[in-house]
């Protein structure tokens, strides 16, 4: 990567007041900063209490100081590290002599990122670092850990190492094509195949799991204008995030709110009512409304339960036609006596409930808490381009066991299973670009 040779500084706490403040270093010239900034340097992985120097000698700060010598760091370069006072003025006057020493500010993500290229880490691992410090459920922070500490990469790393070996041995068949041992037997072939796509299927599940910890379920409330919800966004976010009137049409955009459900990340999406409209600005909220329910997760589709499914509802569900797969909940339950709870319609799963009171809103939960999935901790966090990387492999070598078969064909089954070693090696940033890992670290705080 670019700038890879700079010395790179940055405050690594958070910006704001605190007890301590952070200012990293890494690179070539951090044992000369030292040199300008503090009295001695201290031994190697020793913390020492010193002075932080300004460029007239006097002090700046007093803090901690940590030196780490290539390569074992951080990033594996030459780390400084001066734990000072926690306010911005200090922690600034602080970065600013080190700056102008010629080193210069770090970009974000930057200390990880050479942690990638220098072998600390490998990518998936690089990314649990941000996912540990974005975990917003305890279920998340660990899963994130266990990623920071390698269970997803072991894994792919495992599966990638068997379809390697399965590949040498195609290609050696290739090269010995001449000989009279046929090292390419289908018999011998199509259960090592087997053996490769029930651990990839057992992974994927798992990374769907470790994705849903990070990224959550976005489910869509949409249906008839006045049918209540706006009253079922408040109930489930549990605040008046919505207005509620007795006049149809009171929501025209999308109204957003992320809730937990036992750890569980749900982000909730009320919509305009689906009509037939004149005004303007409620037909951009219709076209919203549908643009929202195509690219989500669940559509919650309310309903009066004194109505029932109409010709509108079944328009609605013929349009959808099962992406996003749809929950029909029964709402106004309190004006037909109908009982709260689950139950499996024609349609498919209906809830019924009273979004005015917020009786059978605990089912409504819990079948969304279903829905998603979730069975339990995952024992890794994953990205969707992790998940993207593992459903090409799988596809890969579907379709390879299936035409070789029928063919028999060693160069192509050798193809396939090159491409689908490629893919297990985008997870871990065996194979890459600059362009995924200059999005990737972009999305890391400065000092990490």
């Known amino acids: 990567?670019?700038?890879?040779?700079?010395?790179?500084?940055?405050?690594?706490?958070?910006?704001?007041?605190?007890?301590?403040?952070?200012?990293?270093?890494?690179?070539?010239?951090?044992?000369?900063?030292?040199?300008?900034?503090?009295?001695?340097?201290?031994?190697?992985?020793?913390?020492?209490?010193?002075?932080?120097?300004?460029?007239?000698?006097e002090p700046l700060d007093r803090g901690i100081v940590l030196y780490f010598p290539a390569p074992h760091s951080l990033t594996g370069e030459h780390v400084l590290e001066l734990q000072g006072h926690g306010g911005p003025v200090v922690l600034d006057l602080v970065l600013q002599r080190i700056l102008g020493l010629g080193?210069?500010?770090?970009?974000?993500?930057?200390?990880?990122?050479?942690?990638?290229l220098n072998g600390k880490l490998d990518l998936a691992q690089a990314e649990a670092i941000a996912d540990l410090i974005d975990g917003a459920s305890q279920q998340a922070a660990r899963s994130a850990l266990r990623s920071l500490e390698g269970a997803l990469s072991d894994q792919v790393n495992a599966l990638a190492e068997d379809l390697v070996q399965l590949r040498v041995h195609v290609e050696s068949a290739i090269d010995f094509a001449d000989e009279d041992i046929d090292l390419l037997v289908p018999g011998q072939i199509a259960p090592r195949l087997q053996a490769l796509l029930d651990r990839l299927r057992t992974l994927l599940r798992q990374a769907e799991?470790?994705?849903?910890?990070?990224?959550?379920?976005?489910?869509?409330?949409?249906?008839?204008?006045?049918?209540?919800?706006?009253?079922?966004?408040?109930?489930?976010?549990?605040?008046?995030?919505?207005?509620?009137?007795?006049?149809?049409?009171?929501?025209?955009?999308?109204?957003?709110?992320?809730?937990?459900?036992?750890?569980?990340?749900?982000?909730?999406?009320?919509?305009?009512?689906?009509?037939?409209?004149?005004?303007?600005?409620?037909?951009?909220?219709?076209?919203?409304?549908?643009?929202?329910?195509?690219?989500?997760?669940?559509?919650?589709?309310?309903?009066?339960?004194?109505?029932?499914?109409?010709?509108?509802?079944?328009?609605?569900?013929?349009?959808?036609?099962?992406?996003?797969?749809?929950?029909?909940?029964?709402?106004?339950?309190?004006?037909?006596?109908?009982?709260?709870?689950?139950?499996?319609?024609?349609?498919?799963?209906?809830?019924?409930?009273?979004?005015?009171?917020?009786?059978?809103?605990?089912?409504?939960?819990?079948?969304?808490?279903?829905?998603?999935?979730?069975?339990?901790?995952?024992?890794?966090?994953?990205?969707?381009?992790?998940?993207?990387?593992?459903?090409?492999?799988?596809?890969?070598?579907m379709e390879t066991a299936g035409r070789y078969a029928v063919d028999q064909a060693g160069e192509l089954l050798a193809e396939d299973l090159r491409q689908a070693q490629h893919c297990l090696g985008e997870i871990t940033g065996e194979y890459t670009s600059d362009e995924l890992l200059g999005q990737i670290f972009a999305t890391f705080c400065i000092g990490k």
């Open 209 to 397: 799991q470790g994705s849903l910890l990070r990224e959550g379920m976005t489910a869509v409330i949409a249906g008839r204008p006045n049918v209540g919800k706006s009253s079922l966004l408040n109930q489930l976010a549990r605040r008046e995030s919505a207005i509620v009137t007795d006049l149809p049409g009171t929501t025209r955009d999308l109204l957003r709110e992320h809730i937990s459900l036992d750890g569980l990340p749900l982000h909730i999406i009320d919509t305009a009512g689906l009509r037939e409209t004149g005004d303007v600005v409620e037909q951009e909220g219709v076209r919203r409304a549908w643009e929202a329910i195509h690219s989500a997760d669940r559509l919650l589709l309310l309903v009066d339960d004194r109505d029932g499914i109409g010709p509108y509802e079944r328009q609605v569900l013929e349009r959808v036609a099962g992406s996003p797969p749809v929950t029909v909940v029964r709402n106004k339950i309190d004006l037909t006596g109908t009982p709260p709870g689950l139950s499996d319609g024609a349609l498919g799963p209906e809830v019924a409930l009273c979004a005015k009171t917020g009786s059978g809103l605990d089912g409504l939960r819990r079948h969304l808490e279903q829905v998603m999935g979730y069975h339990g901790e995952g024992s890794f966090t994953a990205r969707r381009r992790h998940l993207d990387a593992l459903r090409r492999a799988q596809i890969l070598l």
């Open 103 to 116: 080193v210069r500010p770090a970009r974000p993500g930057e200390f990880s990122e050479r942690a990638f």
């Open 1 to 57: 990567m670019a700038g890879a040779a700079d010395t790179i500084a940055a405050i690594a706490t958070p910006p704001g007041r605190g007890g301590v403040g952070i200012v990293r270093v890494s690179g070539p010239a951090a044992a000369t900063v030292a040199g300008q900034l503090l009295p001695r340097l201290p031994g190697p992985r020793h913390a020492e209490y010193l002075p932080f120097l300004g460029a007239d000698g």
